[in-house]
């Protein structure tokens, strides 16, 4: 007969971590938990202008949903706007990875140089940053038009935001320049902890300098690059301002929004706050969607590790 040892005490100071947790969960929870749930609740009642004024709502349950399936124009922005933040998150991590490799091989007065640049850009307010753009695209002013047009093609009085595919290049343009340092500080931070002993050590062994990259540079910094990208999704899906911004500057609405916009026009624009709270839990769903390989493989090479 065998008779299992003594159990160990439970230590006093083992729950301290955990005590010291509950504080910041429940703030957490509480700021992020109830307006989830009051978007849930919004989004099965019918929620309009005269129940701001103290109408009660009518409780409609899936009924939002139901319309918004319904509606060939709901997919036609999902789809718009899953192609723009693919495109910005893609263009934005090829860009801001390239920069970060440059500042690796500048010199220490041009790198500041060149971060401060970033910088900048980086610290610029939306709207500012945004009136700066509408004047270089300007239709009768901006130099963009005078610059094509000393080039050869005659751009003179040319409207970039008319057209769809036109206003979603300058939208692109303003989006992934604005995300770009970031990316690239990031990166560069990750970057500077690379071993340097490793990188010898592979161009000892015969390793180009493109074969370095792909070998062991970009591996040692992958669980960087994983978050940056999540968050570059996350953030280029929830794109409003700049797409806001621009369609009051000329932009056609209807052919032009994305799930932000498309959210703002039908709660505050049209006072259907109901089938806006539905489009905006429909918009979390595509979020998550659309962030979980990245999630997945986080948690992979987190066990892996």
Known sequence: MTTSGPSRPNRPGSLLPLGLLVPAVAALALALGYPLVRQVILSLQEFGLAQQFGKPAEWVGLQNYRDLVADPYLWKVVVRS????L???ALTLVLGVGVAL??????KPIRILVQSGLLLAWAMPVL???TVWQWLFDTQYGIVNWLLTHLGPDFAGHSWLLEPLSFFFVATVIVVWMS???VAFTVYAAL???PEDLIEAAELD???PWQRLRAVILPTVRPVLLVVALLQVIWDLRVFTQIYVLQKAGGVTRDTNLLGTYIYRLGIG???FGTAAAVAIFMLVLTVVLTAPYVRMMLRQEDAA
């Open 82 to 85: 899953v192609v723009f933040c």
């Open 87 to 89: 495109v910005n998150a």
């Open 102 to 107: 440059l500042m690796r091989q500048m010199s």
């Open 128 to 130: 500012a940053a945004l």
């Open 180 to 182: 770009v340092p970031f």
């Open 192 to 194: 500077t902890q690379v």
């Open 206 to 208: 015969g390793a180009g």
């Open 270 to 272: 049209g006072g259907d």
